[in-house]
T-cell receptor
Framework: RKEVEQDPGPFNVPEGATVAFNCTYSNSASQSFFWYRQDCRKEPKLLMSVYSSGNEDGRFTAQLNRASQYISLLIRDSKLSDSATYLCVVSSNQGGKLIFGQGTELSVKP | NAGVMQNPRHLVRRRGQEARLRCSPMKGHSHVYWYRQLPEEGLKFMVYLQKENIIDESGMPKERFSAEFPKEGPSILRIQQVVRGDSAAYFC????????????FGPGTRLTVT
């Protein structure tokens, strides 16, 4: 079983749609959780950290459920510029090392 | 404020040659991480370093790969006697402190072994 598993993609949605990504992780001792985006195999860019209380940044909302070892990302009012691969990322319980999911590709169409 | 810098951005080596990849962390960051992304695969952790110390090298292949982060200068990832399977994008990230801190990535070095 992979340490971090994400929805298989690709997701093809029209502009303005709401889209949700899900992710599960296997190590219950994991301490930190993030969503990154990666465009065309360029460097991953930090989108947001994910906290147990949930957090929102504009059109993006992230949730963490430690009991279920589940992380989600909701994007509202999708824009063309949101097209990218979204990476669910967990830090190891030892700290430092990040463990990446395979990524979910999002394509927002006009 | 410059972000994480990596050079070269593209590197072509013939089988058996050595590859040296450089990474300068963001200003104020003393923790450096190297990740590798093979074609059509996700990013995989290789090594975590602080100045003059290797903290975690659990993701490094046992042979041919080494990393350092000297007191002065950039971190270096060195691959000796490269093989075709080493062709990948190598990303460096840095953070301000250990562990729970967010990591910021450089633009990567794309290594092609011919």
């Amino acid at each position: 079983r992979k340490e971090v598993e994400q929805d298989p993609g690709p997701f093809n949605v029209p502009e303005g749609a709401t889209v949700a990504f899900n992710c599960t992780y296997s190590n219950s001792a994991s301490q930190s959780f993030f969503w990154y985006r990666q465009d065309c195999r360029k460097e991953p860019k930090l989108l947001m950290s994910v906290y147990s209380s949930g957090n929102e940044d504009g059109r993006f909302t992230a949730q963490l459920n430690r009991a279920s070892q589940y992380i989600s990302l909701l994007i509202r009012d999708s824009k063309l510029s949101d097209s990218a691969t979204y990476l669910c990322v967990v830090s190891s319980n030892q700290g430092g090392k990040l463990i990446f999911g395979q990524g979910t590709e999002l394509s927002v169409k006009p | 404020n410059a972000g994480v810098m990596q050079n070269p951005r593209h590197l072509v080596r013939r089988r058996g040659q050595e590859a040296r990849l450089r990474c300068s962390p963001m200003k104020g960051h003393s923790h450096v991480y190297w990740y590798r992304q093979l074609p059509e695969e996700g990013l995989k952790f290789m090594v975590y370093l602080q100045k003059e110390n290797i903290i975690d090298e659990s993701g490094m292949p046992k042979e041919r790969f080494s990393a350092e982060f000297p007191k002065e200068g950039p971190s270096i990832l060195r691959i000796q006697q490269v093989v075709r399977g080493d062709s990948a994008a190598y990303f460096c990230a840095s953070s301000q402190s250990q562990g729970l801190d967010e990591q910021y990535f450089g633009p990567g070095t794309r290594l092609t072994v011919t």
